[in-house]
């Protein structure tokens, strides 16, 4: 029998998850580089997410990402993600999440980037099931938001996950569920390299803009997947063969305002 895709809904999550996300600034010593000395803005927390990975040329990647970028490489491959999962507890430093608008699913796709001295994030697209968040985010983070209509369930320990987005119809639709137990991943390592990134680049007005994030060590499951469809690679990218896949039940975030990279 299948349920709800689980959100933090209850008075006492909606209560808790302030503490829990400010908590995350206590656990430091595996950060790349020290915590901004500016304030963080936001909070979330990402529930039951899957890291499905594809090798991709770097020729591929490169006519979407900006110049001012180097595309990250992990034994000379590079790598696109789709992560499907759903966002709870969003809300601004000092407040505490407001029912059914801090909570809906997202479905991102992205890469890996450096600029500097600092390796992170490049999105290709995120949707999400909520027109709110997805103005605001545009506006904030001029980061490249759709609105998109989505469902999820637990069936067991799986998830059961179809997005569309409705402005040009781009899919995803899967089953996945974790197949091991919980662990961080080891520096050096190809999952170490996908998973623990601190920020994420954007640009507005041809200006390369960054925003940190922080979060404990990402608790990665081995898990399996049914794609029944996807064709959320951006325009020329082709996803060939099985993806690396892992889960995690759950992740407490923070995360600044944008600033200049330069």
Not at 32 to 60: C, K, M, N, Y
Not at 89 to 113: A, D, K, Q, W
Not at 136 to 164: C, I, K, N, Q
């Amino acid at each position: 029998m299948s349920k709800p895709f689980a959100a933090t809904s209850n008075l006492r999550d909606l209560l808790e998850t302030p503490s829990r996300q400010a908590a995350t600034l206590d656990v430091v010593e595996h950060r790349p580089w020290p915590l901004p000395r500016r304030s963080w803005i936001q909070g979330q927390t990402w529930d039951h997410l899957l890291f499905a990975h594809w090798r991709v040329p770097e020729q591929a990647l490169r006519a979407h990402v900006p110049d001012q970028l180097v595309l990250d490489s992990f034994d000379g491959s590079c790598w696109l993600a789709v992560t499907p999962f759903r966002v709870s507890g969003l809300r601004l430093r000092g407040t505490f999440p407001i029912p059914r608008l801090s909570s809906f699913l997202e479905l991102n796709v992205r890469t890996y980037v450096t600029f500097g001295d600092k390796s992170g994030i490049w999105f290709f697209s995120l949707d999400a099931a909520s027109r709110l968040a997805v103005e605001a985010a545009r506006r904030t983070y001029a980061l490249p938001y759709h609105d998109a209509a989505m469902r999820a369930h637990r069936l067991g320990e799986s998830v059961d996950y179809v997005s569309r987005r409705r402005d040009d119809g781009h899919r995803f639709d899967a089953r996945y569920r974790p197949t091991g137990a919980a662990a961080a991943s080891q520096p050096d390592t190809l999952e170490h390299f996908l998973t623990e990134r601190y920020c994420l680049y954007t640009t507005r007005e041809e200006e390369l803009f960054r925003a940190e994030i922080h979060h404990p060590p990402w608790p990665l499951q081995p898990a399996e997947a049914e794609l029944r469809e996807n064709t959320m690679a951006p325009a020329g990218i082709e996803l060939e063969g099985d993806p690396l896949l892992h889960f995690s039940e759950r992740q407490d975030v923070a995360i600044w305002g944008l600033e200049r990279a330069g």
